[in-house]
């Protein structure tokens, strides 16, 4: 299945060069253009990689406050000031004066975020919270490690579960099109792990359940990397996080193997589970990705557990880290064991 995922990067850029000589924005309205706040960070790091490129006035992009941020630009602060002024945009003390004045907000956008928000709400109501099968022979456990921030390199390692024997890895590199935004981590990943996981579909090498490095219904929108796996292959799937990205629970005291409820703070709703799955380590957070209980899901992450992580997803992370680090470029190949 080929997910349709905007070019954010070149739509950043885009509405850039939409900001006229003798006018400035900020990384917010960037990202209000793109159609949430929350890409504010990532429209700096996107002008940041283009930022030794004179075609591109990054120059004209400042801090909400109307202070000049030093990035973007090389030369820094003091060349953004430079180049502002030439423009005639009044500078004192780093600071545009008259700010409101100058400032431009008028983007020509079809706000793509909301697009993808919509898509989320429309998965959401296909999110399952009911076990698609009573057991699990196989599991599975699928990570992204990057070898720059625009080439993703993802593993899928298939386990037996009553042996915790590794059965394969399969390993798949592919250049994303887009950053890294809160809450909307589904959409940089999807397109490598469902390539992996299509291909093992075909090869009947598809796990009974998956377990996903990446929140399921544990999410502002209830519907994270997990559940968009989990509805799209139609296919049992768990949430597991080092951080909580949504969601109330305190985790004072937790002792190894205890599980706490995570609730929904608008409706106090069980969405999720805090587990300490060693003495040392600290909590990670599981949730319904798709097609099984939340009580089934802590109890194979506990099953699984040998150290923090559960052994498929700590197998996948290692195996696509090294595969990032180590190797310039992997089309796709299976590793059996």
């Avoid at 993808?116 to 109501?125: T, V």
């Avoid at 919270?129 to 456990?141: I, M, Q, S, V, Y």
């Avoid at 599981?286 to 699984?304: C, F, N, Q």
């Amino acid at each position: 299945m080929v997910i349709d995922v905007p070019d954010l990067r070149h739509l950043t850029l885009d509405y850039l060069h939409q900001v006229p000589r003798g006018k400035v924005t900020t990384y917010r309205a960037l990202a209000l253009a793109l159609g949430d706040v929350v890409a504010s960070r990532a429209v700096g790091q996107i002008l940041a990689e283009f930022e030794a490129l004179e075609e591109h006035p990054s120059h004209r992009v400042i801090y909400n406050d109307g202070q000049i941020s030093p990035y973007g630009v090389v030369g820094g602060r003091l060349s953004k000031a430079d180049r502002l002024r030439a423009e005639g945009i009044p500078i004192v003390g780093w600071r545009v004066q008259h700010f409101e004045h100058y400032l431009f907000e008028c983007f020509r956008t079809e706000r793509p975020l909301l697009k993808l928000r919509k898509m989320q709400s429309e998965i959401s109501q296909l999110v399952s919270c009911e076990p698609l099968r009573d057991k699990f022979r196989t599991a599975g456990g699928v990570d992204l490690s990057y070898r720059d921030d625009w080439h993703g390199v993802g593993a899928y390692v298939l386990m037996n579960i009553q042996s915790q024997e590794i059965l394969s890895i399969d390993i798949a590199e592919q250049q994303v099109a887009f950053p890294y935004i809160p809450s909307y981590l589904a959409f940089r990943e999807l397109p490598v792990l469902l390539s992996l996981l299509e291909t093992a579909r075909d090869d009947q090498r598809l796990a009974d359940v998956i377990l996903v490095d990446g929140s399921g219904i544990l999410h502002p929108r209830q519907v994270g990397l997990a559940s968009h796996l989990g509805v799209i292959l139609n296919l049992p799937t768990i949430g597991v996080t080092k951080s909580k990205l949504y969601g109330e629970v305190s985790i004072h005291g937790m002792k190894a193997g205890e599980v706490r409820a995570i609730l929904d703070p608008e409706n106090g709703r069980k969405i999720g589970a805090a587990i300490k799955t060693t003495e040392r380590a600290d909590p990670i957070y599981v949730s319904v990705g798709h097609g099984i209980t939340l009580e089934m899901a802590t109890d194979l992450v506990l099953r699984l557990s040998i150290r923090k992580l559960p052994v498929p997803i700590e197998r996948a992370h290692q195996a696509s880290r090294e595969m990032a680090q180590g190797v310039k470029r992997v089309t796709q190949q299976s590793l059996d064991l």
